[in-house]
């Protein structure tokens, strides 16, 4: 063996080890980072996908408690008891609407109650109910007109929305003109 064997044999090994060693760069610079961004977003859904198995399974069991105690689901769903007025009382349902409306800013332009004429006897009347629409004309945007109708509907004079007409008003494109029919039953 000679000295120039000895020496390309050394340039060869340290040729092979910077090769090595860009390998490992490239390897660790880009596609381990890489393959570590895919696995975060793989834990991330694996995550979201556990969460939603335990949503799931958390559903079912309350859907075969319903199906084997059938009670006890219509316990939970009973809803709060509503009350019947008197015809002398509409007068102070029609100041709470107004308080209501007031809190949403809703603006009534006219309040109207009237008695529905009866197209049938059933069981309303058997029970001496008296059906009375309350006809509102009201100004008021979106967002503070459903929060208004929500806070109707949990209130403990039963009420129901009959009849809703939505329209533009030309001043304002913020505020809509709301005609709205509700419906309650007061007894004698």
Known sequence: ?????????NQKKILIV????????????????AQRAGLKSLSLQITKLNTDL??????????????SNPGLATQKKMPKPTKILTESQI???????????NKFDIKITQMRP???????????????LIPM????????????FGRFIQALENYPVFMGVLQMEISTQLPDYLKQKVNLVLQTYVTR
Do not use: C, P, W
């Open 133 to 144: 629409l309350i006809n509102l004309d009201l100004v008021a945007d979106y967002h503070n």
């Open 91 to 101: 007068s102070e349902l029609l100041q709470d609407i107004s308080a209501v409306a």
């Open 54 to 67: 335990v949503n799931l399974n958390r559903g079912l069991e309350n859907m075969r408690m319903s199906q």
């Open 1 to 9: 063996m000679n000295l120039t064997n000895i020496q390309l044999n």
């Open 18 to 33: 910077i090769f090595l060693i860009l390998i490992i760069y490239v390897d660790s610079g880009y596609i381990l980072k």
């Open 114 to 128: 009237s008695r529905q004429v009866q197209k049938d006897k059933s069981t309303v009347s058997q029970e001496k």
